[in-house]
C-alpha cells in the first residue's frame, strides 16, 4: 500500500504532466494564430518608384518635367521664335496723284513694328483688280521697294512716281510686305474716280 508520502508525489507528478500539457497545447495554438497572421505578409508586395523614393527625391522627379519646360519656353522667348512673325504691316493711307503725263504718283503710310534688318516693311504694292501689280519697272520686286527698316519711324510713308496705271482701270488696291510675314495686312482700296474715300484722296493736276 502507498504512503501518505508516496500519494502527495505521485499527485505532483499529475499536476506537473497537467501543466506540461496545457502550456504545450498554449504554445501550439499561439504558434497556429502566427502563422494565420503573418501568412498574408509574407506575400511580396508590389514595389513602386514613388514607395522607394523619399518624399524630396519625389518631388524633385515630378517638378522636373515642368521646370524643363518653363525653361524651354522662355528660351523661345528670348531666341524670338514665338514672338516672330506676329504682325502683319498695315496700310494706313494712300494719297494718289495724276502727273500732266498722264502716270502716276503714290504716297503710301504704312504700320508695322519694325525690329530692324530681322523684320521690316520691305515694300508696298498698287494692284489693278485682276492682281497685276504695277511698275515703274518690270523686275522690280515691288511697285515700291523698302531698302532698310524704319523701327524708330511710325507710321511712315514713302513715294513712288512713274506709275502707269492701263486704260479703263479706275479701281486699284494697295497693300504692303513684310520681310516675316509677308502680305496680309490692311488693305486699302482706291477708286482713282473720287476726290477721296476711306482710307485715301486723290489728286489731278
Not at 500732266?100 to 504700320?111: E, I, K, L, P, Y
Amino acid at each position: 500500500m502507498l504512503n501518505k508520502s508516496s500519494i502527495a508525489l505521485f499527485v505532483v507528478i499529475i499536476i506537473l504532466t497537467s501543466c506540461q500539457s496545457t502550456t504545450v497545447t498554449v504554445d501550439s495554438s499561439e504558434v497556429s494564430e502566427q502563422k494565420e497572421i503573418s501568412s498574408p505578409v509574407s506575400e511580396t508586395p508590389e514595389v513602386r518608384a514613388e514607395d522607394t523614393a523619399e518624399p524630396g527625391d519625389l518631388e524633385t522627379v515630378k517638378s522636373t518635367p515642368v521646370i524643363e519646360s518653363v525653361i524651354e519656353t522662355e528660351e523661345v522667348k528670348e531666341t524670338g521664335t514665338m514672338e516672330s512673325g506676329t504682325a502683319d504691316a498695315d496700310v494706313e493711307f494712300v494719297r494718289a496723284v495724276l502727273s500732266a503725263d498722264g502716270t502716276w504718283s503714290f504716297s503710301v503710310t504704312v504700320r508695322h513694328p519694325d525690329t530692324g534688318w530681322e523684320d521690316y516693311t520691305n515694300g508696298w504694292d498698287v494692284l489693278t483688280p485682276d492682281g497685276t501689280v504695277l511698275k515703274v519697272k518690270e523686275n522690280d520686286p515691288f511697285t515700291r521697294l523698302l531698302l532698310h527698316p524704319h523701327e524708330n519711324e511710325q507710321p511712315f510713308t514713302r513715294s513712288q512716281s512713274g506709275i502707269t496705271i492701263p486704260d479703263g482701270i479706275t479701281m486699284v488696291l494697295v497693300r504692303a510686305h513684310d520681310l516675316v510675314d509677308g502680305y496680309g495686312g490692311k488693305e486699302v482700296n482706291v477708286d482713282l474716280s473720287t476726290a477721296s474715300g476711306p482710307g485715301y484722296e486723290v489728286e489731278r493736276q
